[in-house]
């Protein structure tokens, strides 16, 4: 049951792209981050669970569904220890996330960067539904709220071996979630931009494939943007968002010199799908497999996630994060 | 009881280990006295640029290694944006070479004590600062080739134009037509330059005035200007480039390390114990090394070779720079207040063009961490023992000098059976490891 969820997969992904970058890619990365980033995380997502199933800030049975009452209570219960225990792994992915691409020389950052990360879940959402991918918060809370925070965008180097590895993995992950068309969509307008600018400047094509290839920027695209939480819900929604990140994305870098324009534009262009989502209405995107509660929670729609409470039981997701 | 007191004890040193992880993740020193240094005048075709860097505002300070005629020397530099007279200037080459001998990296020596004598802790050896060794014309035509003359004056020892140009050709036209031999295929290469909008810094050495200066060589240049663009245009320098170029750029900042954004940053292999003969051959190893550490990293990463915070340095290779020193580098932020806010990257590329298709973009970040290219020799104890201690102590130390050996091999890609030849005549005392466990059991 536990392998249907796309997060598990991720979470071996990423932890595998933090061992091979800690071994073969030279990172300033203590383990100690990592392990304040985990601790942090996993601690204020189960604080916030707590808060929220003691109902002070929510009256969940307003929100019940009309078949809960045909379930035991100890069906009931049991969901919801399923729910507060996946929705750990969100939590995981948020860290781990952080750990790959924020770097500073001081625990005390990557813990407020982890903790405002898994805050901005619960305390920014419009209609259950959180604005920002949690670890891009993150980052963009450490870059301009601390003074020893920064982010490596040519720690991946551009090798191919890693190019390839980035696709198949993200790959992987995005054919179990559904979002393939928000990573293909981006990368195609941003390489795109990029090819025209290449033949208005006259660059050699090695120019544009160097800048294509870059680990970091691969990462973004397959691991970051495709957070099916936080990105419309509709195709046609996705499509234009992220068309509009690989724009801003591209003027930032190219005309305001930007070297982390990626997170930039993806954390200024989130907002925007709240927007597309009243434009484009459609389906939110839940993780949980079919065999899993998926009664209650995939064919209820939008329903699923509407309140604060259920998500004890189906809990948001913060998608990665790389 | 015992088990109780032991278990504290334990727990006291877990503790204490973990505040010093806790509270100075980073605080460790480096201890050693410096004996030599690897600096750019190793590299026969090595450039050097010095940038000091807050925020967009910049100085940048270019030393060539020119060797061919001076009458022939001329350098055309994409700048991103038009410079004025009093925006460039002749830098003191003795500038560049401060700067180079206190980040070269180093080779350090230790000794061992004699094993006998019973451990008395002191206070780290204090490291040992070392001495150093070391017109507008023809407007008309201009205009139709679409080049304008921005800014003409003379600094120093150089003629200096800032243009700029609608068309690569027509700049390429203008510049053979003023006396400028460009190389071929240098017209696709300014082109992209000219699209984004940046200007050329053109100089080219004014005979009379270098008769005059009394300098056997072309001093460095400096400039000075403010722009969010963070890079060092190298393509120019490829174009008819048939080996590897080593440039040596030393970033200056307020902030921390620098690196390079669009290439990966990779620190030199450091902190590495080699056979005591490289104090002898050090250039030929770095050398060696630095060829060897390239390859491994796919010949296209920026190599790390110092960072460090310039009011300090353990073990110095050169006495620190003053803040009057500072200021003639570029540094232009010091203040009563914080005479001494500066930290220093050195990155060696070697570029080619096939691995570096790309200019180099660099961005500062807020990592303090040191780092230094650091190679140890550690002399051991010669005397001769007069206790079991002692006598343990030269029985380990054949297994000492084969790792220092594997070491330098893996390191420098040296023969391992040269490398044996030259170790410490000890050797031949060497105890197999099973020999040593007989020992061990049954004494000699």
């Known amino acids: 049951m536990l392998f249907k969820d796309a997060r598990i997969y991720q979470i071996l992904f990423l932890c595998l792209f933090l061992v091979l970058g800690i071994g073969t890619r030279d990172w300033?990365?203590?383990?100690?981050?990592?392990?304040?980033?985990?601790?942090?995380?996993?601690?204020?997502?189960?604080?916030?669970?707590?808060?929220?199933?003691?109902?002070?800030?929510?009256?969940?049975?307003?929100?019940?569904?009309?078949?809960?009452?045909?379930?035991?209570?100890?069906?009931?219960?049991?969901?919801?220890?399923?729910?507060?225990?996946?929705?750990?792994?969100?939590?995981?992915?948020?860290?781990?996330?952080?750990?790959?691409?924020?770097?500073?020389?001081?625990?005390?950052?990557?813990?407020?960067?982890?903790?405002?990360?898994?805050?901005?879940?619960?305390?920014?959402?419009?209609?259950?539904?959180?604005?920002?991918?949690?670890?891009?918060?993150?980052?963009?809370?450490?870059?301009?709220?601390?003074?020893?925070?920064?982010?490596?965008?040519?720690?991946?180097?551009?090798?191919?071996?890693?190019?390839?590895?980035?696709?198949?993995?993200?790959?992987?992950?995005?054919?179990?979630?559904?979002?393939?068309?928000?990573?293909?969509?981006?990368?195609?307008?941003?390489?795109?931009?990029?090819?025209?600018?290449?033949?208005?400047?006259?660059?050699?094509?090695?120019?544009?494939?160097?800048?294509?290839?870059?680990?970091?920027?691969?990462?973004?695209?397959?691991?970051?943007?495709?957070?099916?939480?936080?990105?419309?819900?509709?195709?046609?929604?996705?499509?234009?968002?992220?068309?509009?990140?690989?724009?801003?994305?591209?003027?930032?870098?190219?005309?305001?010199?930007?070297?982390?324009?990626?997170?930039?534009?993806?954390?200024?262009?989130?907002?925007?799908?709240?927007?597309?989502?009243?434009?484009?209405?459609?389906?939110?995107?839940?993780?949980?497999?079919?065999?899993?509660?998926?009664?209650?929670?995939?064919?209820?729609?939008?329903?699923?996630?509407?309140?604060?409470?259920?998500?004890?039981?189906?809990?948001?997701?913060?998608?990665?994060?790389? | 009881m015992n088990f109780l007191r032991i278990l504290i004890r334990f727990l006291w040193v877990g503790l204490v280990c973990l505040a010093c992880f806790w509270i100075a993740p980073k605080a460790w020193a480096f201890c050693g006295f410096y004996v030599a240094k690897a600096d750019a005048s190793l590299y026969n075709q090595a450039s050097q640029v010095a940038i000091a860097r807050n925020g967009n505002q910049t100085v940048l300070t270019m030393a060539n290694d020119y060797q061919g005629e001076v009458k022939d020397f001329a350098i055309v530099v994409p700048v991103p944006v038009v410079l004025q007279e009093e925006q460039v200037q002749i830098a003191d080459p003795v500038i560049i070479q401060r700067l180079d001998a206190f980040s070269a990296p180093r080779l350090v020596e230790y000794f061992d004590p004699d094993p006998c004598t019973p451990v008395v802790f002191d206070a780290f050896p204090v490291p040992q600062a070392a001495s150093e060794s070391s017109g507008v014309r023809r407007d008309r035509e201009d205009e139709a080739l679409g080049v304008t003359v921005e800014a003409q004056f003379t600094v120093g020892e150089y003629d200096i134009l800032i243009l700029s140009a609608r068309e690569s050709s027509g700049l390429e036209t203008w510049l053979i037509d003023n006396g400028y031999r460009i190389p071929q295929g240098a017209r696709d290469l300014l082109h992209p330059y000219i699209r984004q909008g940046m200007k050329f810094f053109v100089a080219k050495v004014n005979l009379e005035e270098y008769e005059t200066s009394g300098y056997q060589s072309l001093r460095p240049l400096k400039m000075m200007y403010e722009s969010p663009r963070f890079m060092l245009p190298i393509r120019l320098g490829m174009v008819n480039a048939e080996s590897a170029q080593d440039l040596i750029v030393y970033i200056l900042s307020p902030e921390g390390q620098a690196e390079v954004t669009n290439y990966r940053t990779v620190k030199v292999p450091s902190d590495t114990e080699i056979p005591l003969f490289v104090q002898d051959e050090f250039n030929d190893f770095y050398k060696a090394m630095f060829t060897t550490a390239y390859d491994r990293e796919g010949q296209n990463v920026a190599l790390m070779e110092y960072a460090w915070d310039m009011a300090g340095c353990d073990p110095c290779s050169a006495d620190p720079l003053t803040p009057d020193e500072l200021r003639q580098a570029g540094v232009f932020w010091l203040t009563p207040d914080r005479p001494m806010n500066v930290f220093i990257t050195r990155l060696h590329i070697r570029y080619t063009r096939d691995r570096f298709p790309e200019d180099l973009m660099f961005q500062q970040t807020r990592n303090r961490e040191f780092f230094q290219g650091r190679y140890i020799l550690r002399h051991h104890f010669t005397g001769e023992p007069t206790c079991e201690a002692g006598q343990q102590y030269q029985r380990s130390l054949p297994q000492r000098f084969e790792q220092e050996a594997q070491t330098l091999a893996r390191l420098t890609g040296w023969n391992i059976q040269d490398i044996r030849d030259k170790l410490p005549q000890i050797q031949s005392r060497y105890l197999p490891w099973w020999q040593q466990f007989w020992v061990g059991l049954f004494g000699e």
């Open chain 1, 28 to 322: 300033t990365l203590h383990p100690g981050m990592i392990g304040v980033a985990i601790v942090t995380c996993l601690v204020v997502q189960w604080g916030m669970l707590l808060v929220i199933s003691h109902g002070s800030w929510v009256n969940t049975k307003e929100h019940e569904p009309k078949d809960e009452g045909q379930k035991t209570n100890n069906t009931k219960q049991r969901t919801k220890d399923k729910g507060a225990f996946i929705s750990l792994l969100s939590a995981l992915i948020t860290a781990l996330g952080l750990s790959l691409l924020l770097r500073t020389d001081h625990y005390s950052t990557i813990a407020l960067a982890s903790a405002l990360a898994i805050l901005s879940k619960f305390l920014l959402r419009v209609q259950g539904k959180h604005i920002f991918n949690p670890a891009n918060f993150g980052i963009i809370a450490a870059l301009t709220l601390t003074h020893d925070a920064w982010v490596s965008p040519g720690q991946w180097g551009e090798s191919s071996w890693y190019a390839l590895l980035f696709l198949g993995t993200g790959g992987l992950v995005l054919k179990r979630v559904g979002r393939w068309d928000t990573t293909i969509a981006f990368l195609v307008a941003y390489a795109g931009l990029e090819a025209v600018r290449n033949v208005w400047l006259g660059w050699t094509w090695d120019v544009w494939l160097h800048r294509l290839m870059s680990g970091s920027l691969l990462l973004f695209a397959l691991f970051m943007i495709t957070d099916p939480r936080t990105i419309p819900n509709a195709r046609i929604g996705r499509l234009i968002w992220a068309g509009a990140i690989a724009i801003f994305a591209f003027i930032l870098r190219n005309y305001f010199f930007v070297p982390t324009a990626v997170f930039w534009a993806l954390f200024a262009l989130a907002p925007l799908s709240i927007l597309l989502d009243i434009l484009f209405p459609a389906t939110r995107f839940g993780w949980v497999a079919p065999d899993y509660a998926t009664d209650e929670v995939m064919n209820r729609g939008t329903d699923v996630t509407s309140t604060l409470g259920e998500q004890d039981a189906h809990p948001t997701i913060t998608g990665f994060n790389a």
